[in-house]
T-cell receptor
Framework: GAGVSQSPRYKVAKRGQDVALRCDPI?????LFWYQQALGQGPEFLTY????????KSGLPSDRFFAERPEGSVSTLKIQRTQQEDSAVYLC????????????FGQGTRLTVV | AQKITQTQPGMFVQEKEAVTLDCTYD???????LFWYKQPSSGEMIFLIY??????QNATEGRYSLNFQKARKSANLVISASQLGDSAMYFC???????????FGKGTRLHILP
């Protein structure tokens, strides 16, 4: 596709359930970013890939959060044993890997933990 | 310490007036890029404008311009002739060459009044 695609768009999970969020970046984009955005706040950095290498995971809030990009294309963000504070919109973005390159965002996945 | 600071949580502006959204940043890198994004209530993240740290001219894109003052580490967004459709959240972001990840500010909610 032409843009960044995220699925599902909406996810309701019961507390304690595991969830997996998918991101399909723009073809050829080396860099892939995951962000968490609470209501009315700015996107908070979670993790960053360059191809299949996870170069920075300093923003992952706990060891319940795990991200992978095994073939350097599609990425999955997994949250184990979800908690209410995990409720947020999870945004994925991709770009070419240079400081001047714009990151293009997907529509996000809205996760609600009940 | 915050890398990107947006000091205006909300702004109200009359339609057709110009508006300036403030952004200051903190980096020790010589090479970095600054971005502005718009996020309407629909939630999509729309790229508006980019300024490179080595660019001598202020960036312009249609009604958007970036007032880049490198010594002050500020990168304010100026929207000329505001329109009702400009009502949205606006985020300033920075990408440093040394680690390549993109960091966002907390945003400014802009309301355009008819």
């Amino acid at each position: 596709g032409a843009g960044v695609s995220q699925s599902p768009r909406y996810k309701v999970a019961k507390r304690g359930q595991d969830v997996a969020l998918r991101c399909d970046p723009i073809s050829g984009h080396v860099s892939l970013f995951w962000y968490q955005q609470a209501l009315g706040q700015g996107p908070e950095f979670l993790t960053y890939f360059q191809n299949e290498a996870q170069l920075d995971k300093s923003g992952l809030p706990s060891d319940r959060f795990f991200a992978e990009r095994p073939e350097g294309s599609v990425s999955t963000l997994k949250i184990q044993r979800t908690q209410q504070e995990d409720s947020a919109v999870y945004l994925c973005a991709s770009s070419l890997s240079e400081v001047g390159q714009t990151a293009f965002f997907g529509q996000g996945t809205r996760l609600t933990v009940v | 310490a915050q890398k990107i600071t947006q000091t205006q949580p909300g702004m109200f502006v009359q339609e057709k007036e110009a508006v300036t959204l403030d952004c200051t940043y903190d980096t020790s890198d010589q090479s970095y890029g600054l971005f502005w994004y718009k996020q309407p209530s629909s939630g999509e993240m729309i790229f508006l404008i980019y300024q490179g740290s080595y660019d001598e001219q202020n960036a312009t894109e249609g009604r958007y311009s970036l007032n880049f003052q490198k010594a002050r580490k500020s990168a304010n967004l100026v929207i000329s002739a505001s329109q009702l459709g400009d009502s949205a959240m606006y985020f300033c972001a920075m990408r440093e060459a040394r680690d390549d990840k993109i960091i966002f500010g907390k945003g400014t909610r802009l309301h355009i009044l008819p």
